[in-house]
């Protein structure tokens, strides 16, 4: 009771930007504390079960490890959602109008999206999946988001491009959903490198969220980034001899791309009423630009050579910093400092350059990043 009369204290001073923060608050807190209590459990289940991955000469680790760390951020993050949207109601903080139309369908699609996903990522990280089965997949889940009004409806003037038709913009949103996915997945391949890129993308799309007082984004975004941090104790600091170490496998990766492209894709829709601002689109997509732009050299350089698109070697990004001597800690921070070095430049060069202009700029400092590693590869003695 006394809580409850506080907190309509607080509502009448501060109004609803107070009421949403101590929700993103409650998100973020509640999602790392379930996280922190399912991660220590599949640990050892993982040990009893000897649930290992194991290591091969794609793989730049040489000890059994878990690989079902995962496992915890899809439950942690509904329920630490759905605990402070139902506790926001028992005390009269409903979100009104926001759980209501399109916007229910949109979360309730993405609901069952992530959790086709996420079993998929069990099945595969426990007895493995034939690529063509994830692909499938990904492309049913993709599509369902469509059939709530959800799709990238206006590329801001890229490649001249502005109000996209739903026949164009449909297949393109799924195709984006699709893409995304599997970059995370595929940039999933050293210590904290999915995870603090995550976590770090989570966190500024759900402050942009907030900014637009879209509180419901915000509070998923805090949500995801909650479970996350736990993980990244155990995935960074965790020792293999007392096997704490864990991965978060497919289970995890898979859920986080297609999350993160929902966020993303999300925040760059265009809502008529407002003024065209090419940000909404360069900012988000710019947060994942690292395993956009990998992904996407890999099958250029994959086609170029004749070899299979969709089989896995060590020629991405991260493999590069490995063998040019870093460490797995060196090559995650360097990742995570080019990424928050683009995102300063290109909230600048908005204001300034032609959004082809931008890409072209962006795709210049990719292709430079990745050349410099290559120089630094071949220079580090073996």
Known sequence: MLTNSLLVVLEVVYGEPLKSKMSMFLCLVLSFFFSLIFLPQIINISKRKHLYDIPNSRKSHHERISRLGGIAFFPSTVLSMSLVIGYRYLIAFPLDEQLTGNILLEFLFLSVGCLFLYMLGVEDDLIGVRYRKKFITQFLVASLLPLSGFYLDNLYGLFGLYILPVYLAIPLTVLVIVFITNA??????????AAGGSTFSFLVIGLMFFHEELWLYAMLSFSAAGSLIPF????????TTRGTKMFMGDAGSLFLGYLLSFLIIKYAIYVPETELDIKNLVIPFTLLFIPIFDAFRVMVVRAMHHRPLFI???????????????????????????????????????GICNINLLLAINLSLGILFSKILNIWKRNHPE
């Open 232 to 239: 990244l104790y155990f995935n960074i600091c965790g020792r």
């Open 184 to 193: 995370v997945n595929l940039i999933d391949g050293i210590d904290g490198l």
């Open 312 to 350: 896995a070697d060590k020629n991405h990004l991260h493999h590069k910093c490995l063998a040019a001597g870093m460490s797995h800690l060196q090559a995650t921070v360097l990742i995570l400092v080019f990424t928050i070095a683009l995102l300063i430049l290109n909230n600048w060069l908005t």
